[in-house]
Nanobody
Framework: QVQLVESGGGLVQAGGSLRLSCATS????????MGWFRQAPGKEREFVAA????????YYSDSMKGRFTISRDNANSTVYLQMNSLKPEDTAVYYC?????????????????WGQGTQVTVSS
């Protein structure tokens, strides 16, 4: 079982930045495609970004492209989500997730492992 632990959420004003981290003790971290998703109250879980095993390929939701950056450090088994120019509509619980194949990277139902989530609140 792969355990993922997110951190870095919090309260920030609109226009501000946050950096989320997702760490694991999994030694085969580099064999996983990693994704970030978010879920606001009353809404379905939404794709944010994904990154390939070695980090050479990244994918973003159109609404976050240019504001969010996903990256990974395989030596430290951690994936990051840098969020800039935050908006109140970015308020949600943010989850990291892992899967072994790159296909369907934007579909949360295809991910095998999930973290517990971290709350991000953006005030106007």
């Amino acid at each position: 079982q792969v355990q993922l632990v997110e951190s870095g959420g919090g309260l920030v004003q609109a226009g501000g930045s946050l950096r989320l981290s997702c760490a694991t003790s999994e030694r085969t971290f580099s064999s996983f495609v990693m994704g970030w998703f978010r879920q606001a109250p009353g809404k379905e879980r939404e794709f944010v970004a994904a990154i390939s095993w070695g980090g050479s390929s990244t994918y973003y939701s159109d609404s976050m492209k240019g504001r969010f950056t996903i990256s990974r450090d395989n030596a430290n088994s951690t994936v990051y989500l840098q969020m800039n120019s935050l908006k109140p509509e970015d308020t949600a619980v943010y989850y990291c997730a892992a899967k072994t194949r790159l296909s369907h990277y934007s579909d949360y139902t295809w991910y095998d492992y999930w973290g517990q989530g971290t709350q991000v609140t953006v005030s106007s």
